[in-house]
């Protein structure tokens, strides 16, 4: 069955980088576009970046532009954010999220890892 | 981006009640609306796409609808099980942004 799987959480000082990564399996992954939503403590939803199946797309949030980096090892089926230039707002659980088709929604959620920025 | 509203932020119902959601658009999307279940601690699960379609295994008891700009979540018969955040979705743009979230709450 369809598995993902988020790493790479953790405290980090504002200004700091991460790297997050998300593992998949159970599905062909090179052929779905793929996508970070983040859920900051007691709030909502926020979707963050989306990634093309073949690596060649990518789209941000304002948010995040300039800031983060999406990208996939499509040999490895593995996913990653590279979050840089981190601020207390950046504070989250990030989800890793597989898009259900060509213009579709999201059929499938890791459970998430918490990012923690904070000095 | 398109921004998305969802009204009201919080609601309280009794089992068996019937549930309205809305939301709506800043421009229109083509029913590209997905709506979404969250429990707490848990990732969201898909419950409804193209406005109206039931994702597999999802009780029947939740429809959807709209067109447009403006779109809503039914729930025909509230169950104890259906207490917890609901949350629409575009994705007719590339940012498939979220409404801010609805918290339904049983009596």
């Known amino acids: 069955q369809v598995q993902l799987v988020e790493s790479g959480g953790g405290v980090v000082q504002p200004g700091r980088s991460l790297r997050l990564s998300c593992a998949a399996s159970g599905f062909t992954f090179n052929t779905y576009d793929m996508h970070w939503v983040r859920q900051a403590p007691g709030k909502g939803l926020e979707w963050v970046a989306v990634?093309?199946?073949?690596?060649?797309?990518?789209y941000y949030a304002d948010s995040v532009r300039g800031r983060f980096t999406i990208s996939r090892d499509n040999s490895k089926n593995t996913l990653y954010l590279q979050m840089s230039s981190l601020r207390a707002e950046d504070t989250a659980v990030y989800y890793c999220?597989?898009?259900?088709?060509?213009?579709?929604?999201?059929?499938?959620w890791g459970q998430g890892t918490l990012v923690t920025v904070s000095s | 981006d398109i921004q998305m509203t969802q009204s009201p932020s919080s609601l309280s119902a009794s089992v068996g009640d019937r549930v309205t959601i809305t939301c709506r658009a800043s421009?229109?999307?083509?029913?590209?609306l997905a709506w979404y279940q969250q429990k707490p601690g848990k990732a969201p699960k898909l419950l409804l796409y193209?406005?109206?379609k039931l994702e597999s295994g999802v009780p029947s008891r939740f429809s959807g609808g709209g067109s447009g700009t403006d779109y809503t979540l039914t729930i025909s018969s509230l169950q104890p099980e259906d207490s917890a955040t609901y949350y629409c979705?575009?994705?007719?743009?590339?940012?498939?942004?979220f409404g801010q979230g609805t918290k339904l709450q049983i009596k």
């Open positions: 999220a597989k898009q259900l088709d060509i213009v579709a929604p999201f059929d499938y």
């Open positions: 990634i093309s199946y073949d690596g060649n797309n990518k």
């Open positions: 193209a406005a109206s």
């Open positions: 421009q229109g999307i083509s029913n590209s």
């Open positions: 979705q575009q994705y007719y743009s590339t940012a498939h942004t």
